[in-house]
């Protein structure tokens, strides 16, 4: 056989293939096709059996143009396997109720999400945001506090003491005295953190909590001042009808001290259960800072005057999400967590 | 501190309800926490006198007992052990109703009819006693009169009052009315103080000598003679118990009563049990002992102050009596103590011994040094006024440290400078007078204030601004929202972190738990070693005494509360400060993240995939997420004997030469010891060391211009090769434009033999420069891999 013989074999065959190929129309007639053209013993597998009864020349020719064939074969059918199978999917319908894909969902801790709130608000209304040490000195967490050993105002704290100078912080209002000492006025801070009280836990109680403490020193700061931060952080958390209320109270700390009530945000004031009938809800302390503490830091209480105030953040986030036990937030149940 | 408002009106004009008082008493200061409305529990009682009292025919206890009710004689069967002939009583008539609802019948009682009920106390709901009648002889209640429990007006209101510790003076019924004057700007009205005295000087019957004035600047006394210990008159003891003071007898309940009026503890002592007619105040000696009259022995020091007699303690000065010179039924002749001690004195002993007291309570905080005469001469004449007694002529009044009244300069413009707004001189000056604050110096723009020697919390200006502005009104303030801010920071890169790992912790399915910083010892030896850990001296419990050294105890408790609860799929985090100690300063306080995760990967199975227990992998996955989002380039896990966690697979994190963390799984021994029954996998970094390998700012990097090349090379090594080995080994040998190695498949089992593994990676090269060619890349492949089977007898896998 001459190579042109084999020329025009190919040639049929490949006429053969794609008249073929055009009556593919499901799976079974694609079988059909492949194994009649790419089979064991199909059309270019009997062709390959030619070869040997060539002469060199002619088959070494030969072999490349069947070669070429097989692949161009090839490459056709699985262009078209792939058609035919997919048209085969398609009988298959996506069911879309199926559940989606369950992308991983975490939890902030509700204390971390109220925190971060809070922290917004003041930064928003030009505070900075200062951190201090939870173990702390006797001198910081209540001498430069203008809280005399011996006093009882100390009985105001239950404290947890290391040894006789070293205690757990209270409160975190010992930043004020840190950041005093360490930074002439102006100062605009809140000072968020742990605090540790001697105090067995209950539903109302426990024995570290978190606080956040402002204090805001320059020349001219007034108590009319705080009223009116305290009023715009009441807005920004519980929402524009809240009202706010002074009350004189004692922290030794401040002169004039005060606590401040938010109107309660369950009734809107009308009173109810929640703020007892009242109408208000006991927030926290605030006050002007007592010149007693400037002295301590080394200010100058008749160039500067000052605000400080403080707020429980669990105080806050029961008022938020309705919670009724401190010690939930402690327990870490991720039934709790889940819920925030 | 609870008072009645009946009380109050001793001293001052009320004429709004107890209610609307509490709201006005709360917007000066003086917090009030309850408010009850007390009404009697009965109605048409009147005051009777038994004329009669005779046996009852049919029963040993009852009495018949004719009693004179203004209009008739009643006849009433009575079986109350204390009724007498003579006694002024209750008497509930046929009608009249007792104990809120119950209607008073004539009813036969064993066959003698009873016309009415002589009350006890508990039956028209005065108090819980039921003891006997109440006995009304010396109330001068008159026959007939209609009875009225004590409420004068009809109602009474008590309102506990929260005192904040700065206003001693306010733990009085004086106190509270001198506020509610001011309030309402009423007079406050003084109560008389004039005795009625004996000739006999007190001077004859006892001397004072106060050996340590310090401790007791005053001491002021009054002897009072042939008195008789009985009960108190019914309106004495129902004032007493209306707030919450218990009647004991006449003598002591007069010292309770000027206690509550004046807010001065006095003292009574039996004189005749007092040796060698002196009182001595001295300093105890060491270790000397001393009974109170509560029966409780005390070891007490040099610094506490007592009370002595010729020859022994009587009192411990301020806070208790004493058992030998207490006020017993023999008492005839009593010894009055109206003294002044000095606030840290009777604190530091109240403190050390744990004995508090009403009279400790008020001397710790300050009572009135100018207020001793006062509150004995009242205790002197409500006691004459009561129960037949003589008092000595004169007082004893030892003052050896008199007192100086404080003078405090008001600038006016000042109180502006503080509050905020305005507030008128009439104003200050009215409110001032009010709380008897005199002006006893005018400046131009200022006044010099003289303070009131029971007002201790008043030493500047600011004080009497608080003053001040309290009884202005708060609401009177003007909410300033229009202020100048200062633009001053204080910046936080640490705070920055420990959000931005929040932030992913918990984007990758992470819950945040938050857990007590003070645990028990167990928690502070699982995971560290060496120092011992900051102890608590005063805990409440073994639980939480130690201050934590590593927060991967505390997530233990967290998976064994969630684990009970039937939760078993956890990933939970937590962000806060171990603490360990430091010679003579405040400890370290590390800011570290820890994590834990047990159970399976996802919290519910999803139906195209197949579950996942969580392994060792995903606590690493977690440390390669984070150093990836923060850019720390250098990371390197090392094998570390982490302690606590399973020697095998823990490893260190590093950075540089910085140790930033760690990562495994956690020991067996450990899990027992926190009752866990399955595998925990944790990873903890130090905050503080991650920041100081953060890089401030990444910086921009030319996006590649030229096409990487990527090869796959499967090799078939030794299962005892670790990958990262071979991995880095590639990296190292691969030429300038090798940019990544990484092992994506790893195989082991049919036709791999048994002991080896086969890893295959991907290579990407990549040229700043040019294009690379295919061909380029062959015999760097050819030669690693020729490399790889000299080093670690791999072979390629075909």
């Known amino acids: 056989m001459q190579i042109d013989d084999i020329k025009e074999k190919i040639e049929k065959l490949k006429k053969d293939f794609n008249e073929s190929i055009k009556k593919i129309d499901d799976v079974r007639s694609f079988e059909e096709v492949r194994i009649r053209f790419l089979g064991r013993k199909g059309f270019i597998s009997e062709l390959f059996k030619i070869l040997p009864q060539l002469d060199n020349e002619t088959r070494k020719e030969s072999g490349k143009l069947i070669n070429e064939l097989k692949q161009e074969v090839s490459l056709s059918i699985s262009k078209i396997q792939k058609k035919v199978s997919e048209k085969r999917k398609e009988k298959v319908k996506t069911d879309p109720t199926l559940p989606g894909y369950p992308w991983p969902v975490g939890r902030y801790h509700p204390i971390t999400t109220v925190l971060r709130e809070i922290k917004r608000c003041f930064r928003q209304m030009g505070f900075s945001v200062v951190r201090g040490p939870e173990v702390e000195t006797q001198y910081y967490n209540f001498e430069a506090l203008n809280i005399p050993k011996d006093h009882p105002a100390r009985e105001m704290h239950d404290t947890l003491y290391l040894n006789d100078d070293m205690l757990m912080r209270t409160h975190t209002s010992p930043v004020q005295v840190r950041v005093m000492e360490k930074n002439p006025p102006p100062i605009r801070i809140i000072s968020p953190g742990r605090c540790y009280r001697r105090d067995t836990p209950d539903a109302t109680h426990s024995p570290v909590f978190w606080q956040v403490e402002g204090l805001c020193v320059d020349e001219g700061v007034t108590f009319s001042d705080l009223k009116g931060v305290i009023q715009s952080f009441a807005w920004m958390m519980f929402g524009k009808d809240i009202k706010i209320r002074f009350r004189p109270s004692y922290f030794p700390f401040t002169e004039p001290s005060a606590e401040y009530d938010f109107s309660c945000m369950i009734c809107g004031g009308k009173g109810c259960r929640i703020c007892k009938g009242t109408g208000w809800i006991e927030i926290s302390g605030a006050g002007m800072v007592n010149p007693a503490v400037f002295k301590y830091v080394n200010y100058d209480s008749e160039k500067y005057t000052g605000y400080a105030f403080g707020m429980g953040v669990e105080r806050i986030a029961m008022l938020l999400y309705g919670i009724n036990d401190i010690r939930l937030f402690y327990e870490n149940d991720v039934r709790f967590l889940n819920q925030f | 501190m609870k008072v009645s408002v009946d009380w109050l009106k001793d001293f001052v004009q009320i004429e709004c309800s107890g209610d609307e008082l509490a709201e006005r008493l709360t917007m000066v200061g003086l917090e009030v926490e309850d408010v009850v409305k007390l009404r009697p529990e009965f109605e048409g009682v009147v005051i009777g006198r038994v004329e009669d009292v005779k046996p009852h025919p049919d029963s040993d206890h009852l009495k018949i007992c004719g ?43 064993r066959g003698v009819v009873s016309e009415g009920i002589l009350c006890s106390e508990r039956e028209l709901g005065l108090s819980d006693d039921h003891s006997g009648i109440l006995v009304l002889d010396d109330d001068g209640y008159r026959v007939g009169e209609s009875f009225n429990g004590g409420f004068k007006e009809g109602e009474d209101w008590i309102l506990d009052i929260n005192v904040t510790p700065n206003r001693p003076d306010c733990l009085s019924i ?125 070891t007490l020091s040099k610094e506490d102050l007592l009370i002595c007699d010729g020859e022994r303690g009587v009192a411990l000065a301020g806070i208790m009596g004493g058992l030998n010179s207490e006020i017993n039924n023999q008492t005839t002749n009593i010894f009055l103590e109206s003294a002044y001690f000095d606030p840290v004195t009777v604190r530091k002993t109240s403190k050390r011994l744990g004995i508090s007291t009403e009279a400790s309570y008020r001397f710790e905080r300050g009572a009135d040094p100018e207020n001793t005469i ?343 090594v030794d299962e005892g090769i670790e990958v990262e080995s071979i991995r880095s080994f590639i990296q190292k040998r691969g030429g300038k434009n090798l940019i990544s190695v990484e092992l994506f498949d790893l195989y082991r089992g049919k036709q791999i033999d048994p002991g080896k593994k086969s890893l295959a990676f991907r290579l990407t090269f990549m040229s700043k420069k040019r294009t690379l060619k295919e061909d380029e890349i062959d015999p760097i492949i050819d030669s690693l891999l020729h490399q790889l089977q000299n080093k670690f007898s791999a072979a390629l896998r075909s």
């Open chain 2, 374 to 716: 006062f509150a004995v001469n009242r205790a002197a004449k409500l006691l004459s006024d009561i129960t037949e007694c003589k008092v000595a002529k004169g007082i004893l009044d030892v003052n050896k440290k008199k007192f100086v009244k404080r003078k405090i300069e008001l600038r006016y413009p000042r109180i502006e400078r503080v509050v905020g707004i305005e507030i008128p001189e009439g104003d200050v000056k009215r409110i001032l007078t009010s709380l008897e604050i005199e002006s006893s110096e005018e400046k131009k723009e200022s006044t010099v204030f003289e303070i009131p020697s029971r007002r201790h919390d008043l030493s500047k200006e600011e004080d009497l601004i608080e003053e001040i502005v309290r009884h202005y009104g708060y609401d009177r303030v003007e909410t300033n929202l229009h202020t100048n801010i200062c633009l001053k920071f204080f910046p936080d890169e640490e705070e920055n972190l420990l959000e931005e790992i929040r932030d992913i912790l918990v984007g990758i399915g992470f819950f945040e738990v938050i857990n007590n910083s003070l645990v028990s010892k167990k928690h502070t030896e699982c995971f560290v070693s060496g120092d011992s850990p900051l102890t608590i001296e005063n805990a409440i419990s073994p639980e939480t005494k130690y201050l934590r050294t590593s927060l991967i105890p505390c997530l233990l408790d967290s998976i064994l509360w969630n684990l009970n609860r039937g939760e078993k799929d956890l990933k939970i985090f937590e962000i806060g400060k171990i603490f360990s100690p430091k010679q003579n300063f405040l400890p370290d306080e590390i800011m570290m993240v820890s994590g834990a995760l047990t159970g399976n990967k996802m919290v519910k199975k999803y139906w195209k995939e197949e579950e996942e227990r969580v392994d060792f992998f995903h606590a690493k996955g977690v440390i390669e997420t984070i150093i990836k989002k923060l850019h720390i380039d250098d990371v390197e896990f090392r094998h570390g004997g982490v302690i606590g966690l399973n020697r095998d697979s823990s490893m260190v994190i590093v950075s540089g030469p910085v140790e930033i963390g760690n990562i495994g799984e956690v020991e067996q021994a450990i899990l027992e010891k926190f009752d866990i029954e399955t595998q925990v996998f944790v990873f903890t970094i130090n905050c503080e060391k991650l920041l100081s390998r953060r890089p401030k700012r990444t910086r921009y990097v030319q996006i590649p211009r030229f096409p990487s090349i990527m090869r796959d090379m499967a090799i078939i």
């Open chain 2, 174 to 298: 004086i106190g509270i009315a001198r506020e509610i004057a001011c309030i309402f700007n009423k007079e406050l009205s003084i109560p008389e103080d004039s005795v009625k005295e004996s000739d006999i000087p007190i001077e004859s019957f006892i001397s004072i000598r106060v050996d340590d004035p310090d401790g007791c600047p005053r001491y002021s006394a009054r002897v009072i003679r042939d008195v008789k210990i009985k009960q108190s008159p019914f309106w004495l003891r129902n004032r007493l118990e209306s707030v919450g003071i218990r009647s004991i007898n006449n003598v002591v309940d007069v010292t309770n009563y000027i206690l509550m009026e004046t807010g001065h503890p006095l003292h009574a002592f039996d004189y005749d049990l007092i040796q060698g007619q002196l009182i001595v105040v001295r300093k105890a000696e060491d270790q000397e002992r001393f009974k109170t009259l509560d029966g409780k022995e005390h």
């Open chain 2, 67 to 109: 009693v004179d009710a203004g209009d008739q004689i009643v006849s009433v069967v009575c079986g109350a052990p204390n009724v007498r002939k003579g006694q002024k009583v209750a008497l509930a008539r046929v009608g009249a109703v007792i104990g809120g609802n119950r209607r008073v019948k004539s009813v036969p009682i």
